[in-house]
């Protein structure tokens, strides 16, 4: 399990390491832009913030992360500021839990092994080529204004050939990608991909899927004239 903890005050540091560091493979920052940096460049577990840091301080820090990042781990606030209003603060920019100092090692650990046993928060990244943009997990497909609903093996489709693009994907690949090692019969692929044009001819855009045959599918880039 790996921790950030990101905390200026290096006594609380060697005291936090020194108890969890055992359990816990931990990096530390001391200031607010080492912590996002770090938090930003690796995947966590769990975030233990400090509010109050050197330069940006944890309500920027946590407001940015939940920004940026693209796998959310749960953030727990570390402050000496108890009162209601603190803690809104802290909730309203995406802290899912709170510890006043001074604290508990032992309720750290125990807040840390809770926090990291919740599934992590994956945030939906959109691919695009030649103005087609597909959100995989909604199996949203836009093009400008114009939308469209995939069914999800459609969706499928379309995210190997747009991450081919503008090479061809061959029908195995597909295959393989569908349905592992045991395919259906030859036509189900057919049937796939013709839904998936039908999609595309709802965003006049039926021309991009192209099919080369006895080798695969793919998707062209259609210029602008």
Known sequence: MRVLIIEDNLDMQANIA???EKDFSL?????GDQGLELALANEYDVIVLDLMLPGRDGLSVCNEYKKRATSLAPIIMLTARDTIEDKEAGFNVGAD???VKPFSLRELKMRIGALARRPKERIQQSISYAGLVLEPDSLLLTRGL???TLLEKEAKILRLL???APDIVSTASINYA????EPPESGALRTHIYNLRKSLSSLDASDFLITHRGKGYSIREV???
Not at 27 to 31: G, L
Not at 178 to 181: D, F, P, V
């Open 18 to 20: 020194d108890y969890l």
């Open 27 to 31: 990096d530390f920052a001391y200031n």
């Open 223 to 225: 210029k602008e004239i």
């Open 146 to 148: 114009q939308k469209a």
């Open 97 to 99: 839990d709170y510890l």
């Open 178 to 181: 569908l349905w592992g090692e």
């Open 162 to 164: 747009i991450e081919g």
